[in-house]
């Protein structure tokens, strides 16, 4: 019983955020959080752009949400592996939590975080960026 309230409370939160971003530029908007580590560094994190690549997503530009966070797009997949290995059950799920959640592709998931991170901060990353944005 509590499974079930808890996902239906997920599912009315994700209904909700989607519904805010759909209709609010958080570029623009005073209410969406703003990057702390941006604010006291000037660089970007690994997330940031996410908030606005969800507003262009779910407005129909895809090329400008994938550009305003690629990381994102392309860890995606791994992330919803990792949901759906952590809460359905079954005999395939065991096996394919053994190998989503394995140690080396934890380690390689972080790995390729703080690459990302590095990148994202490097003049190239901001020239490949002016062209797409």
Same mark, same amino acid.
């Given at each position: 019983?509590? $499974?079930?309230?808890?996902?239906?409370?997920?599912?009315? =939160?994700?209904?909700?955020?989607?519904?805010?971003?759909?209709?609010?530029? #958080?570029?623009?908007?005073?209410?969406? +959080?703003? !990057? #702390?580590?941006?604010?006291?560094?000037?660089?970007? !994190? #690994?997330?940031? %752009?996410?908030?606005?690549?969800?507003?262009?997503?779910?407005?129909?530009?895809?090329? $400008? =949400?994938?550009?305003?966070? #690629?990381?994102?797009?392309?860890?995606? +997949? &791994?992330?919803?592996?990792?949901?759906?290995? /952590?809460?359905?059950?079954?005999?395939?799920?065991?096996?394919?939590?053994?190998?989503?959640?394995?140690? &080396?592709?934890? &380690? %390689?998931?972080?790995?390729?975080?703080?690459?990302?991170?590095?990148?994202?901060?490097? /003049?190239?990353?901001?020239?490949?960026?002016?062209?797409?944005?």
């Amino acid at each position: 019983m509590r $499974r079930g309230v808890a996902a239906a409370i997920a599912i009315v =939160a994700a209904v909700g955020i989607v519904l805010i971003y759909k209709h609010f530029d #958080p570029t623009f908007s005073h209410f969406a +959080p703003k !990057c #702390p580590f941006h604010l006291l560094t000037g660089y970007d !994190c #690994p997330s940031c %752009g996410i908030q606005r690549a969800m507003y262009a997503a779910l407005n129909g530009d895809l090329k $400008r =949400a994938f550009w305003l966070n #690629p990381f994102v797009a392309l860890v995606m +997949p &791994y992330f919803l592996l990792i949901v759906l290995t /952590t809460f359905a059950k079954g005999k395939h799920i065991e096996n394919l939590r053994s190998i989503v959640q394995h140690r &080396y592709a934890v &380690y %390689g998931y972080i790995t390729l975080f703080f690459i990302w991170w590095v990148v994202r901060n490097t /003049t190239w990353w901001q020239d490949v960026l002016s062209q797409y944005l």
